[in-house]
């Protein structure tokens, strides 16, 4: 059928009737000639030819395109209707949109962490390429001649190999103050093998990194360069300076390029080697076997399979073993896909992505929710247009056609909910976007609208329609003429206690499940909010500076911090005061070494262990008030030149010197082999990662013997007072010594608690959860409410005439609660059962036991409480029935 | 789903007898009526209404044409005629129908040896 046949086709229709009228005359005439009277002849004529105004309009549809007439006839009518009840339209599409809503906003998180672009060439070719120790966990960091050996072997399988390492430098124009870039400092095929193009002017040439000090130039990422150089479109040849290094920009990145761990992303990248004079990096640091800095990205081959490539990086492992028997002695080899949620690190633990599917999970469950509430609603009113449909369905309406426009009746609802829905889901989004991840590097997680939510939005509410309307539409499909005629105009619809019943039975469960988890959560944030940290975070202030970015080479750095701790211990209203490398639940630095101990053995098939350490001033441990169990602190004598020391751990004590002698042992540092450190104390244990873990072994080395290359600090200070008020003194103090010197994550040590790696997480999840959970009770509610209410409306006159026949009130209240009661019950126990399965499922998330039972004790008792409320109003109005009125209706 | 079937069955046959009618030159609706039913001796009584949604179906097709003429006894009418393609699909259709009818006959001729 053509389109221009459909736009003619009323021209067309004229024709056909001017025809069949002439066919009609033609047989008239023929029955005449027969001897017909004219009438007679005319009405056989008919006869014979049938009804030409069905011919006609058999016609017509053969020219149109009937489904979508039909279509645009249901929207039209859908539309009538629903604005007949606004109340009911409102309530439906307001009940809507939040289900939508909360799915539109959880999926664009997950969109954000699983499925966007990473925005290079081809991304499902490139891997990072990870190392452990046999027995120990992936981990990302090679040296300088790991790289190497790596470059030079596997050219079989990749396109090429690439290595970067991050940094902190301070970067400025001439004269202005540095502010501090978290920097990338790449081999000079980097971008090449990654796959990505400058936005301006050039990106690094193969050559360049190799040679130290050689190429002094910069490239800067698309939002660095909006931000701090105002977008200027002559950036390039412009001269910065970096950590008082003259360099010069030669180009801007990709617009849409954040990097290929995009939960962080580098402002500045540089060539490799320049990490020597911009880190004051000595030489011989620099190719050290051990010190492992580089991250390390490959490009695989056309053809060839990530299973090859592992095949081939396990034959390099086991040259490597060779080669370098000391740094790699048992060393293993993999490759890892990138993707865009995975932060560093090839953590098993690192669950955000599953987090994410987890929450999308809930999200569906308030839907399903939001979606039996209008069902309900939609059988509630399919109840009062029963009448209309009989009559339609009399006038020879065909089935099909009812459940279409029921159908197009609910979608439409959905739609409506889907574009609200939508609104909020933006807006929520972007609440998610904007969570305070508590750290000033530039985290970014970009959890905007694009196709992928779009189109995810309106499957969502097309399906939700779908679920919504079938339910009603069915049964008013096959409502049977004879059945209302029967029952006197009271419908057959209401008919469906039972289902109406199990519908509600099935939203208390998820309001269960909801609440239970959400609970989960919450006790899990209380408890590790409450947890034990062995150091006092009431009271301290910290902040983060580190002098190398403004040009000071490691003895200068030494020399300023030594005369910063001078002049704070000074000052009024000062406890304490230190500086620590690393502050606890810290996003920088949480590396660690491997260890030698004189005397201890490692268990077979494991090599030597990591341990995290943290490099300390003096009053390190009156600061954070962290016990000491056994022999001294750092004095001011353990100095350059004098015996290296370390403070241990309790748990590394009973580790390692498991009879408890553990002062005046030694151990080594794999980087470090030339100076043993020599044990002079042993501290309580302090949590520096995680609530849930046992305390994991640790110790402290002091600042004043390990200041080469860490001039990264966080100045701790104790105050008598409200720590904050402190913060502009402290910071003036600093801009006094050093007037460029940029001071950053200048917070409290309780809210530097609040990081992704400390609480923070837990607080975003618990809130996520929390909300799903409030808002899984609410349509619950409303849902054992509302079905309350109907029952007693429809019972009406049976309540009467149980009053009339001598019921008392009180049995009244009792039949209408019995009902509730069944339903909120089997609704409670499904739902426990069910929640105590899915949240086994999150052990690894969760810090109190799945089966916690202040928990789930808390959340039935409450659960119940409030259904017993929302089955009282309706219980309540039962009871106070007027007989004679009831009756009389 | 069988009775959808059965009426597409009807509908063919419907749409070859019209074309095979028009094998004989252009005619209109009245005509083309009362020729099916006279040549198949009043056998196939069709509805002559059915007639026209059947032409305009083959209009569709593109197996007919048609224009305004007069009629013999000098009355305007619409006359359709045959197309080149309406000739193939004819032929084919004739041919299908012939092996079918081969076939039947060939099926109940065995039933009616099993019979005796």
Redesign the interface.
Known sequence: ?SLR?YLRRREWDE??A???E??L???T?DNIARGMTPDEARRRAYM?????T??RE??WK?NSFVSVEDLGRDVRYAFRQLRQSPGFAAIAIATLALGIGVNTAIFSMVNGLLFSSLHIRQENRVLEIGSRQKGAQWQPQFSLAEYEVLHGQTSQVFSGVVGDAYGLDGLSMEGNKPDRAFTDYVTGDFFDVVGVEPYLGRLFHAGEGVTPGADPVVVLSYPYWKQHFAGDPNVVGKHVLLDGQPMTVVGVLAQDYRGVNTAFCPQAYLPLAMIVPIENTPLSEYRKPTNRNLRLYARLKPRVTKQQANATLEVVSRRLAVEQPVADKDVELSSFGLWVGRNAGFDPDNAIGEVALFFLGLAGMVLLLACVNVANLLLVRATVREREMVIRSALGAARSRLIRQMLTESILLALCGGVAGIGLGLWGSHLLSSINLGTDLPVHFYFGFDWHVLAFSIAVAVTAGLVVGIVPALRLARANLNMVLREGGRGVAGGGHKFRDALVTVQVGSAMILLIIAGLFMRSLTQSEHAELGFNPANVLTMMMDPGEIGYNDPRARDFYKELLQRVRAMPGVKTATIAQIVPMGVVGNGGDAITVGGYQPPPGQSATVVAYNLIATDYFSTLQIPMAQGRDFGAGDEEGRPYVAIVSEAMVKKYWPHGDAIGRMFTMNSDPAHPLEVVGVARDARYQGFRQAMPPYFYVPFAQHYTGNSLETLEVRTEADPGGMAPVLERTINDMAPNLPVFDVKTLHQALYTPNGLLLFQIIATLAGIMGTLGLVLAIVGVYGVLSYVVSQRTSEIGVRMALGAQRGDILRIVYKQGMWIVGIGLVAGLAASFGLAHLLHSLIVVSPSDPATYLGVSLALAAIAMLACYVPARRAMYVEPMKALRE | MGSKKEQELLLGTLDMLILQTLLMGPAHGHTIAHVIEHTSDDVLQIEQGSLYPALHRLEDREWVSSYWGASENNRKARFYKLTAAGRRQLRAETHRWKSMVEAIGRVLGNAGRVLE
């Open positions: 059928m046949r024709e056909r001017r025809e069949l002439a066919h005359e033609q047989e005439a014979k030819l049938g009804n030409p069905m011919i058999e016609i053969m």
